[in-house]
């Protein structure tokens, strides 16, 4: 899908990643936002955006289900609520799951690029150049 860039407050740089009626309720998909791998997520009217593999373990989230405003993982079933990425109890050693912001605007689901430059999924990306 190309990009397509909307109008923002200061700091966000919301961009068109997928369409409302392509995303079903329940539907996982997998999103790449400026080189950065995501998963998108439907429940109910919510969409989420989310780091594709889990903190714990490096599993793929798009194989994972939601219940009850939970993302359960596919390899572990360590749960992450989507209000604030809190990994449930038990997994002391297990970093929240960074989550993006989501709108919804007509049938069009954006994501904040500039949220995820700010804290990408992966950590701080580096460029090797051996030009030199």
């Not at 700091?11 to 950065?36: C, K, M, S, W, Y």
């Not at 904040?112 to 030009?131: E, F, T």
Request: charged fraction near 25%.
């Amino acid at each position: 899908m190309s990009e397509t860039r909307i109008p923002n407050a200061a700091g966000t740089r919301f961009v068109q990643v997928a369409t409302l009626d392509g995303l079903r309720p329940g539907e996982f998909r997998r999103i790449a936002v400026e080189g950065h791998a995501l998963v998108l997520a439907r429940d109910g009217a919510a969409v989420y955006a989310f780091q594709s593999t889990c903190p714990h373990e490096m599993a793929d989230l798009a194989q994972g289900r939601i219940d009850d405003g939970c993302l359960i993982c596919p390899r572990h079933l360590a749960t992450f609520r989507l209000s604030d990425g809190a990994v449930s109890t038990g997994w002391k050693n297990v970093a929240p799951l960074k989550l993006y912001p989501v709108r919804i605007d007509g049938n069009e689901i954006t994501v904040d690029a500039a949220a995820v430059a700010r804290n990408p999924p992966a950590g701080k990306r580096q460029v090797w150049d051996l030009s030199r």
